[in-house]
C-alpha cells in the first residue's frame, strides 16, 4: 500500500519558473522525506522534515508540512533543466524502519 | 568518500532462473534496506537488514531473500524468477535509527524474458 501520493503526476514548466508539487499522506508520521529520481536511476534524498516543523529550505527548495491537512508541499523555485527529474515524497511508517513512497510528480523542465 | 554502490548495473534473466544482487553501503553506515521499483510506480520496500539479520519485511513472497555481511554489505537473492519481478532494485543505507533518512545507490536493473 502507499502512504504517500503526490499530485500533479506530471508537470511542464519553462526554465526560469517555479515548480510545486503536493504530497498527502494517510497515517500521523515521524517525517516526511523527498527524493529525486533522474531517468529511472537511484534516489537523491533532497530534504527531511520532522513533524514538528512546518517548513524547511534548502537552495532553491521549499518544502512544507501540514500535519493537520495530512499534507506536504515542495517548491523548486528558479527551474533550471537539470531540474527534470521525477519526485517522490516518503513517509516512515509508525516506528518501522522501512520508507512508503508515492508514486511520484513527473517534472519536465523546457529550456 | 564512496556512496552506495550497487552490482551489477543491468542483468537480464529467463524466468525460473534465480539473481544475486549486491549492494556495499555508504561509509559508516551499518543497516541496508532494499526495495523494488517497477516502471513508473515508487519504490516498494522488500526487507532491511541490520547486524546480519533481516530486521523488518514487506510483502514480498519467500522467493525474495537476502543476506548481510559483516562488512554490512549485503545480497537480495530472488528466486524462480517471473516475469513479474522485471523491475529496478534500489538499495539505500542508512544507520541504525528509525527514521533517519536513506542514502540510495543507483539500482539494478533486471529484466526477466
Known amino acids: 500500500s502507499q502512504q504517500g501520493e503526490e499530485d500533479p503526476q506530471a508537470l511542464s514548466i519553462q526554465e526560469g519558473e517555479n515548480a510545486t508539487m503536493n504530497c498527502s499522506y494517510k497515517?500521523?508520521?515521524?517525517?516526511l522525506q523527498w527524493y529525486r529520481q533522474n531517468s529511472g536511476r537511484g534516489l537523491v534524498h533532497l530534504i527531511l522534515?520532522?513533524?514538528?516543523?512546518r517548513e524547511k529550505h534548502s537552495g532553491r527548495l521549499r518544502v512544507t508540512l501540514d500535519t493537520s491537512k495530512k499534507s506536504s508541499s515542495l517548491l523548486i523555485t528558479a527551474s533550471r533543466a537539470a531540474d527534470t527529474a521525477s519526485y517522490f515524497c516518503?513517509?516512515?511508517?509508525?516506528?518501522?524502519?522501512?520508507?512508503?513512497f508515492g508514486s511520484g510528480t513527473r517534472l519536465l523542465v523546457r529550456p | 568518500d564512496a556512496g552506495v554502490t550497487q552490482s551489477p548495473t543491468h542483468l537480464i534473466k529467463t524466468r525460473g532462473q534465480q539473481v544475486t544482487l549486491r549492494c556495499s553501503p555508504k561509509?559508516?553506515?551499518?543497516?541496508v534496506s532494499w526495495y523494488q521499483q517497477a516502471l513508473g510506480q515508487g519504490p516498494q520496500f522488500i526487507f532491511q537488514?541490520?547486524?546480519?539479520?533481516?530486521?523488518q519485511r514487506g510483502n514480498f513472497p519467500d522467493r525474495f531473500s537476502g543476506h548481510q555481511f559483516p562488512n554490512y554489505s549485503s545480497e537480495l537473492n530472488v528466486n524462480a524468477l517471473l516475469l513479474g519481478d522485471s523491475a529496478l532494485y534500489l538499495c539505500?543505507?542508512?544507520?541504525?535509527?528509525?527514521?533517519?533518512?536513506?542514502?540510495f545507490g543507483p539500482g539494478t536493473r533486471l529484466t526477466v524474458l
Open positions: 539505500a543505507s542508512s544507520s541504525r535509527f528509525p527514521y533517519n533518512e536513506q542514502f
Open positions: 497515517t500521523s508520521i515521524n517525517n
Open positions: 522534515i520532522r513533524s514538528n516543523e
Open positions: 516518503a513517509t516512515p511508517m509508525d516506528s518501522s524502519y522501512k520508507l512508503i
Open positions: 561509509s559508516g553506515h551499518d543497516t
Open positions: 537488514y541490520y547486524e546480519e539479520e533481516e530486521r
